[in-house]
């Protein structure tokens, strides 16, 4: 079955009692009662499948799992309450019986850096950023002290380079360091991390998994090595997201094909026509023929697609600037978020980044005049006209 289809199928149809419901129901219940208390033993040890507890499953979740561990082509998966706690939850996971030194990308979504900076360096967690498409350095970085896990973004957020992946997986095996990715920009229809070698990947499934702007949750998937951990883990902490996000979750998936198509390919004209706009300084897009890692892309990526997100610079503007040209959109949502149907617009320096100082966001490249835009399915002529009668 393509993954396409699993998009639509997977999960559901799962018997109950002498009826199958269609797609998965919402299963509220904290805890659930077996015939048989042998019964009851042998799915709290394990041995037999089936809920007890709401910490440790739940029926609606489990599809969730399910469904996203056959997307990802991982062992399991856990859904987790947010994405940064699906984060928190897989460098725990990875950092259990571990050195207690991350290798992390320089470039990563702001809060990733926060926890990693705010709330694992004070409990003796220490990180070394690094610049994932600078592969010499990431393998120095990688080799020079003892490294318990290396994390890193698929598409980095906000400025959009692609680390080459398989290359940074072979460098994290042969070092017997676990990788753990961020694929919240790219989805499992774009780029499947542990099919290249990474041990666990992490989504927010609030963005392009979920869809529609009412969900928050995450999602880790792992591989055979490290699935058990991240589950004692889970059934420990209880990171858990809830029966209503993850029934939203699953129906949000069944159309992620759909989307993805359709945001990938309005992505690349909204791109393409700010590459000639006169008040676009720069833009940042993955399918730009001169992207510094065009040559990743092309082995890693599917043809023609190159994700739904754009990002660019408008000339000669601050922060003042931004705030007009951003107010004057009509159409265009100006939100924090990404992966919704509708088009929508950030500023990096007041949102995703607002926790860096503006001298370490200069050093990254993300300057006071950068916006980020997360291209929705609307018809593309319109996403445009905004933009432009925006810009004028």
């Known amino acids: 079955m393509k993954i396409e289809s699993k998009t639509v199928h997977w999960g559901d149809r799962r018997k109950a009692g002498n009826f199958t ?14 015939e048989s208390m042998d019964q009851l033993d ?17 029926p609606t979740r489990s599809a969730l799992e399910e469904l996203v561990r056959e997307l990802e082509s991982g062992a399991g998966a856990i859904a987790c309450a947010s994405g940064m706690i699906g984060i928190h939850t897989a460098l725990l996971a990875a950092l259990l019986d571990r050195p207690k030194r991350v290798v992390a990308a320089n470039m990563m979504y702001g809060a990733t850096t926060g926890l ?3 709330v694992l360096g004070p409990m003796g967690v220490e990180t070394a950023h690094v610049d994932p498409c600078d592969l010499t350095a990431f393998e120095a970085a990688l080799t020079e002290a003892k490294t318990g896990a290396v994390i890193v973004e698929t598409i980095a957020n906000p400025l959009l380079r692609v680390p080459a992946l398989d290359k940074i997986a072979a460098l994290c095996r042969a070092a017997d360091v676990p990788l753990i990715v ?22 927010s499934a609030t963005k392009y998994l979920a869809g529609h702007g009412d969900v ?15 589950r004692t883990l889970s059934r420990t902490i209880g990171p858990v997201m809830g029966p209503f996000e993850s029934y939203l979750t699953l129906r949000g998936i069944k159309t992620l094909a759909l989307r993805i198509e359709r945001q990938c390919a309005n992505a690349c ?11 676009a300084e720069r833009t940042f897009f993955p399918g730009d023929p001169k992207h510094p890692d065009s040559e990743t892309i092309a082995r890693l990526f599917p043809p023609n697609r190159f994700g739904g997100l754009v990002s660019f610079e408008l000339k000669g503007a601050g922060r003042a600037e931004v705030f007009r040209f951003m107010e004057k959109l009509k159409m265009v949502v100006r939100a924090t978020s990404l992966g ?6 950030l500023y990096p320096a007041m949102a995703s980044h607002r926790d860096l100082s ?31 009668q925006a810009l004028s």
């Open 21 to 34: 419901p269609v797609t998965t129901p919402i299963y509220t219940a904290a805890s659930y009662v077996y």
């Open 42 to 58: 042998r799915v709290f040890a394990l041995e037999e499948s089936g809920p007890s507890y709401a910490r440790y499953d739940n």
């Open 116 to 118: 990693l900076m705010n």
């Open 182 to 203: 961020d694929n919240t920009f790219a989805t499992p229809l774009l780029v499947r991390p542990l099919e290249l070698g990474a041990s666990m990947v992490c989504h």
């Open 216 to 230: 928050l949750g995450g999602v880790i998937v792992a591989d055979q090595a490290n699935y058990d951990a991240l």
């Open 269 to 279: 004209k909204v791109a393409s026509w700010l590459a000639t706009h006169p008040r």
């Open 340 to 345: 919704d149907v509708h088009t929508l617009i």
């Open 358 to 388: 503006p001298k370490h966001r200069e050093r990254l490249g993300i300057r006071d005049n950068l916006m980020r835009i997360s291209v929705g399915i609307e018809a593309v002529e319109d996403i445009v006209a905004d933009l432009d």
